[in-house]
């Protein structure tokens, strides 16, 4: 059983993960203010994150490079699930207004609070949504979360004229997010090291954009300009591969209903970052939003310490 400081100690690593997602937001804006397309940069964060994890691991820690043969579909789940969302969130942010987007896209939590008591309910006994089925507070906690994302996003701002093939989009961003949380739980019950995870599923994602957007169709020639190639490399690092670490590393320890509400602070941390770093305004919608999504993570943080359903999953190091 996790002890409530390492509880605590996970919580606090998927929100910086979150805060780190959010600041490559504003990251990722220089390059596409350059011509970068947005699908372009997602493919390239995941190639960035995968090439430097292996050079690490290869020099560091070689035995970490084998997977185990029991998480070998996780690790295939894992990649896909961190490839589709990253697709399906930017066709949705093409498709309709950003804040709605990210909204639709953070009712993840709710979606595996869902499905966590649907599972209870049943007397199944599952490792990766485990029993337990979630307490008052958590559903409180995703509530406020998610109404809190909406109002820093100004979702409702955005509500006319809506594109369908957008809210389908969205609506795989949120689905695939929370297949991200499962997955990653799932690869540690297996006896993965979250390294291993990472190194694996960025491998899967890779091969994916390879046949979703051939990478001969990059444009290589953009690198040239200083501003792209450190955008890429920041969002690579700093976005991809320090917060899926800290984020998967968790994922040992938490479950994927408390993780993903922990993981809505995203939204306010890019608000705060664009107002920081672009001069863009902040409302007192956004301020309020923001307000809800700091107390209803503190919910969240609050539900996990009272035990609920953690339990730290022993790997081999």
Same mark, same amino acid.
């Given at each position: 059983m996790a002890t409530p400081r390492r509880r605590l100690v996970a919580f606090a690593a998927v929100v910086v993960a979150g805060a780190c997602w959010g600041f490559s937001a504003v990251i990722a804006t220089k390059a596409f203010d350059r011509g970068v397309p947005p699908i372009r940069m997602a493919e390239a964060r995941v190639l960035v994150a995968l090439v430097v994890l292996t050079a690490i691991l290869a020099w560091r820690a070689p035995s970490l490079l084998r997977p185990p043969r029991a998480a070998v579909p996780a690790f295939v789940g894992f990649g896909l699930s961190i490839a589709a969302v990253n697709a399906s969130y930017y066709v949705a942010i093409d498709r309709l207004p950003v804040g709605v987007a990210i909204s639709i896209q953070y009712t993840a939590p709710t979606i595996l609070l869902a499905l966590s008591a649907a599972v209870a309910a049943a007397?199944?006994?599952?490792? /990766?949504?485990?029993?337990?089925?979630?307490?008052? /507070?958590?559903? !409180? %906690?995703?509530a406020v979360t998610l109404l809190g994302a909406a109002l820093v996003s100004e979702a409702f701002a955005g509500l006319g004229g809506l594109s369908a093939s957008g809210l389908a989009a969205a609506v795989v961003a949120a689905i695939t997010f929370g297949t991200y949380l499962v997955t990653a739980r799932w690869a540690a019950e297996r006896g993965a090291h979250p390294a291993t995870t990472l190194l694996?599923?960025?491998? !899967?994602?890779?091969?994916? @954009?390879?046949?979703?957007?051939? @990478?001969? $169709?990059? +444009?290589?020639?953009?690198?040239?300009?200083? %501003?792209?190639?450190? *955008? /890429?490399? *920041? #969002? $690579?690092?700093?976005?991809?591969?320090?917060?899926?670490?800290?984020? !998967?590393?968790?994922?040992?320890?938490? +479950?994927?209903?408390?993780?993903? #509400?922990?993981?809505t602070v995203e939204p306010p941390f890019a608000t705060f970052f664009a107002w920081l770093l672009l001069g &863009?305004?902040?409302?007192?919608? &956004? /301020?309020?939003?923001?307000?809800l999504v700091i107390v209803g993570v503190a919910l969240a943080q609050r539900a996990s310490s009272l035990g609920g359903s953690t339990l730290a999953v022993e790997t081999a190091a």
């Open positions: 007397g199944v006994r599952s490792a /990766v949504l485990p029993a337990p089925p979630p307490g008052p /507070v958590l559903w !409180v %906690a995703s694996w599923g960025f491998i !899967v994602a890779t091969l994916a @954009w390879t046949v979703v957007a051939p @990478w001969w $169709g990059w +444009p290589v020639s953009l690198l040239s300009d200083p %501003a792209v190639l450190g *955008a /890429v490399i *920041a #969002v $690579g690092l700093l976005a991809t591969l320090l917060p899926f670490f800290l984020a !998967v590393w968790a994922m040992r320890i938490l +479950p994927p209903t408390t993780a993903g #509400v922990a993981a &863009q305004s902040l409302s007192g919608w &956004q /301020v309020l939003g923001a307000g």
